[in-house]
């Protein structure tokens, strides 16, 4: 993820969680540990295989990416913080649901968990959020606890979920709708 796809992560992240979307603020200040030496952040964005001819200028100033809508297909991040990796967001746009991008964008998280030296991940995910679970369950998160109201101003409960990462995954990229993963 570059600075020029908050924007349209933004749009994601508004349409997909209403209640308790991120902020351009939070986007950006990932972003700022996302790159350099001692980066402690990995984000990337899926975008519909050829999407990125259609890409708008960086600057803004050629207006929407596509006619009728954007190429961002979802994203997904992750923080790092000494052995222990947190996937912080992973979104997939309602037409890309099903198509297997899910996974594709976790697979891409836990390798750059890999990459960081991380031997446990985490995550949050809400607790009636049974789609999110069942992928999370088959790259071997197991459930570790609840946080009462963790999701505001909605007052919805988080899952945690944590992952042993020093054992191999135990689901991989899925064949699925043609989709470009860039960081």
Do not use: C, K
Not at 53 to 81: C, K
Not at 139 to 149: D, I, K, L, N
Request: hydrophobic fraction near 40%.
């Amino acid at each position: 993820m570059r600075w020029w796809d908050i924007e349209p992560v933004l749009a994601l992240e508004r349409l997909l969680f209403p209640e308790d979307a991120w902020s351009a603020g939070m986007f950006w200040s990932e972003l700022a540990h996302a790159r350099g030496p001692g980066r402690t952040r990995h984000f990337v964005v899926a975008e519909r295989a050829g999407a990125e001819a259609g890409r708008a200028d960086p600057t803004g100033t050629d207006g929407p990416a596509e006619p009728g809508g954007s190429p961002l297909a979802g994203y997904a991040g992750l923080a790092v913080a000494g052995d222990a990796a947190d996937v912080q967001t992973l979104a997939v746009a309602p037409e890309h649901e099903g198509t297997g991008l899910g996974t594709r964008l976790l697979t891409e998280l836990l390798s750059a968990a890999t990459g960081f030296g991380s031997r446990e991940v985490f995550l949050e995910v809400r607790v009636d959020n049974a789609r999110a679970q069942r992928l999370y369950t088959r790259f071997g998160f197991e459930p570790v606890g609840v946080r009462r109201g963790y999701y505001q101003p909605g007052n919805h409960d988080a899952l945690v979920m944590r992952r042993d990462h020093t054992r191999p995954a135990s689901a991989g990229p899925a064949s699925a709708q043609e989709t470009e993963n860039h960081g």
